[in-house]
């Protein structure tokens, strides 16, 4: 294995408010990881603050060696449902071939090569029969799949899904984590914004647990345990325990 992500030192605020401080992590290729921490912590801050939509106050953040603007085809981000204008006149089809814009020149036109990716990316998640629906039409779990859709077509080695199972059902999560597991073993890495205690453990085979602060990371039978997520949920450690969400935690 080896490092894809290497954070040092990030620190991030907005509007003097700290929210992400002194970071220290190293991400490995071919692992699925579930980032996990309450809201306000910090974890979709994280994920710009390694693709360069937000620039941190401190540290230093290497992809594959390199800054990611230098590598930017390789890397394949899906955001939350709420940062997509659906409205947008595009189709199923239009989306998902703007994977293949990263390996594109400027006025290169879309080859039938790349029509071809679409597709096999499509089928891949079920979804090939609603490539000429506008996305607004969709359902919230078609519309999830159309953009890891996206990001399949794309062939990146890194991949960044910020809440991929809101709104979505159950067949579709499992469909999704399914192909997210094919893409690890096939060494590419995967990092999920993840909220559902109960499934991580059975979801990733490493967890990263933030607020704010990096709590710990690494083998998610090592590191997930309940002296871990209540370091990371200490206020809401009642609430979690009085609905059932660690009662599988060690």
Not at 45 to 56: D, E, Q
Not at 62 to 68: E, P, S, T
Not at 94 to 109: A, E, F, N, S
């Amino acid at each position: 294995m080896s490092v894809v992500v290497d954070i040092k030192g990030l620190s991030v605020s907005y509007e003097r408010k700290r929210v992400l401080s002194n970071i220290f992590m190293e991400v490995e290729s071919g692992n699925i990881y579930g980032l996990i921490g309450p809201n306000g912590a910090g974890k979709s801050t994280l994920f710009k603050s390694i693709l360069g939509i937000i620039k941190p106050n401190t540290g230093k953040i290497k992809v594959f060696d390199g800054h990611v603007d230098q590598i930017r085809k390789r890397v394949a981000y899906v955001p939350q449902k709420d940062e997509v204008d659906w409205s947008f006149p595009a189709t199923v089809m239009d989306i998902v071939l703007m994977g293949r814009y990263p390996h594109k020149k400027i006025l290169q036109r879309i080859s039938n090569e790349d029509k071809r990716i679409a597709i096999e990316s499509l089928q891949k998640l079920g979804i090939e029969d609603l490539k000429d629906r506008q996305i607004g039409a969709l359902s919230g779990g078609q519309q999830q799949r159309v953009f890891i859709a996206r990001a399949l077509c794309q062939g990146a080695d890194l991949f960044f899904l910020d809440e991929p199972f809101v709104g979505v059902d159950m067949t579709t999560e499992h469909k999704i984590i399914e192909i997210l597991k094919e893409l690890a073993e096939e060494n590419k890495t995967v990092l999920v914004v993840h909220h559902d205690l109960a499934s991580a453990d059975d979801y990733f085979n490493k967890v990263i647990l933030l607020n704010q602060r990096l709590i710990t990371y690494g083998d998610t039978d090592e590191v997930f345990t309940r002296e871990n997520i209540a370091l990371t949920y200490a206020p809401q450690m009642k609430i979690l325990q009085e609905i059932g969400m660690i009662d599988h935690t060690n």
